[in-house]
């Protein structure tokens, strides 16, 4: 009897091969990466997100400083506008506290003669007589009837001494529109002759030659200058404080 024995190994079977579980391995794969995309795309997102609140938050802040720096602005500009009309008040009171002296002071000046020669010269060609005796007028009534009107109530001995002292009315630069109101016979009370009682009303300018209101003055013209729209209310409210031009006799 012959016995074969087969000296070669044996070979095992080849396992097969499972397609569901590449498929598993592969969906695993593809479920890890979903994972880790979502979660970069969520971090971005996120981040996006706190910058976006954070630049709102700045631009809130910067929206709120320019409405408060709107209303610090209103508020200075009613400041100035305030100040501004104080100044022009207190520019007329600077200009009124030392106007009526002024005409006091031009009063007397129209009821003296001038001594130096170039006064006397510049009163002749205004058309004053300077042989008229001043003392022929006396003034009794000076009377501030508001609006810068004023009227002056007189005495004088005669008709002359009346249209003299008239006509150094027109020539002063404080007085224009000088009309005679009342002129007629009357009676001194001390001396009891018969003298000529007037009456005039003028308009006078309370603001000439005043030092600091005339100050002011120029600054609220110069600032009017500058801005249409102000100049003409201030040249309306300013109408009394410019200088009169000496009127013809």
């Known amino acids: 009897m012959i016995i074969r024995i087969n000296l070669h190994p044996?070979?095992?079977?080849?396992?097969?091969?499972?397609?569901?579980?590449?498929?598993?391995?592969?969906?695993?794969?593809?479920?890890?990466?979903?994972?880790?995309?979502a979660f970069v795309i969520a971090n971005d997102v996120d981040t996006k997100t706190r910058s976006a609140k954070a630049q709102a938050t700045k631009i809130q802040q910067e929206i709120d400083e320019t409405n408060a720096r709107i209303q610090d602005s209103a508020s200075i500009s009613n400041t100035i506008a305030s100040l501004k009309e104080l100044q022009e008040v207190l520019g007329r009171l600077a200009s009124i506290r030392q106007g009526p002296q002024y005409v006091l002071n031009e009063l007397s000046r129209l009821l003296s003669n001038p001594r130096d020669v170039i006064a006397r010269k510049e009163a002749t060609e205004l058309g004053w007589l300077l042989a008229?005796?001043?003392?022929?007028?006396?003034?009794?009534?000076?009377?501030?009837?508001?609006?810068?009107?004023?009227?002056?109530?007189?005495?004088?001995?005669?008709?002359?001494?009346?249209?003299?002292?008239?006509?150094?009315?027109?020539?002063?630069?404080?007085?224009?529109?000088?009309?005679?109101?009342?002129?007629?016979?009357?009676?001194?009370?001390?001396?009891?002759?018969?003298?000529?009682?007037?009456?005039?009303?003028?308009?006078?300018?309370?603001?000439?030659?005043?030092?600091?209101?005339?100050?002011l003055v120029d600054l609220l013209t110069q600032e009017s200058a500058e801005s249409p729209e102000a100049d003409q209310n201030n040249n309306q409210a300013l109408e009394n404080t410019q200088p009169i031009e000496p009127a013809n006799p």
Request: hydrophobic share 45%; charged share 25%; aromatic share 8%.
């Open 10 to 37: 044996a070979r095992k079977p080849k396992a097969k091969s499972n397609p569901a579980q590449g498929v598993l391995i592969v969906c695993i794969i593809l479920m890890i990466a979903v994972i880790i995309g």
């Open 132 to 215: 008229w005796e001043p003392e022929n007028v006396m003034l009794t009534s000076f009377k501030d009837l508001g609006s810068g009107l004023v009227e002056l109530r007189g005495e004088a001995r005669g008709m002359d001494d009346v249209e003299e002292f008239w006509t150094r009315l027109k020539t002063s630069p404080l007085f224009r529109n000088i009309k005679l109101i009342e002129i007629k016979d009357s009676k001194n009370s001390l001396t009891n002759e018969i003298v000529q009682s007037f009456i005039f009303n003028a308009e006078a300018n309370f603001n000439y030659r005043t030092a600091d209101g005339r100050a």
